[in-house]
């Protein structure tokens, strides 16, 4: 699968890239799904990732993430300049790499402050109890920093899916994520959610997260990305 990278809004400043992926190569079952494929994100940018079905997006956003990791000589990652390779995700979201897939993965059954922390240490007392005031305090934050006014201390299972969205944009912000892969994020979302996903991720460019940006709508395509590859 070869790449085509192109510009949709000029060229790339003189930023340096916060992530390489050089000659990217994977294959199952002696079946190739990836074959030397590149792609450079830069701080602050929607990269769009495009192609068929079976081209090889979700391969190559698994690698990106730490869920698969590339054939033995199969290719380089760089993460500001220094080679790097996931242990697991864990140890990618820990590096500032997070994914939001397309079906979202939060707990119905706790509040957005539980889901946004989920995975962190929660902050407590001498007697080990949860110190539960701080857990929503730090939930807030991250929320605020959204420009989102969902209360934290309320329960995943009552908010609607757009709203469930931006929980899971705020737990990969909680971990300081420097890249953030969003695969097929308005498949469910009515026109006003996407619009105010979109304010969002102009927010998210503005902090210097660089977004890749998995869609088969070329008209969001078109609108939000600053460059794109195409996967064929």
């Known amino acids: 699968m ?56 979700s391969t190559f956003m698994k690698i990106l993430a730490g869920i698969h990791t590339p054939d033995d000589n199969g290719g380089k990652i760089y993460l500001k300049g220094q080679p790097i390779l996931w242990k697991d995700p864990t140890d990618a979201r820990n590096k500032g790499i997070s994914v939001i897939h397309q079906e979202l993965n939060l707990s119905p059954n706790l509040t957005i402050s539980e889901n946004i ?22 939930a807030q934050e991250v929320l605020d920093s959204m420009g ?20 899971e944009i705020a737990r990969a912000l909680s971990f300081n994520a420097e890249v953030l892969i969003m695969d097929e ?15 969002i991720i102009d927010d ?11 869609s088969h709508r070329m008209e969001e395509i078109f609108k939000i990305s600053n460059r794109f590859t195409v996967l064929r």
């Open 2 to 57: 070869a790449v085509n990278e192109m510009s949709l809004k000029g060229q790339q400043s003189l930023k340096k890239p916060v992530l390489n992926m050089e000659g990217i190569s994977k294959t199952f079952s002696s079946v190739t799904v990836l074959n030397n494929v590149r792609i450079e994100l830069y701080p602050g940018e929607v990269h769009a990732l495009m192609g068929e079905n079976g081209a090889g997006k």
């Open 117 to 138: 922390l989920m995975g962190s240490t929660f902050p407590r007392n001498g007697l080990g109890m949860v110190k539960w005031d701080e857990v929503h305090e730090r």
């Open 148 to 167: 989102s006014n969902l209360n934290p201390r309320q329960l995943v299972s009552t908010l609607s899916v757009a709203q469930q969205q931006m929980v």
């Open 185 to 199: 994020p308005t498949a469910s979302l009515t026109d006003k959610e996407i619009k105010k996903l979109f304010e």
């Open 204 to 214: 998210l460019k503005k902090q210097g997260v660089a977004i890749v940006y998995i």
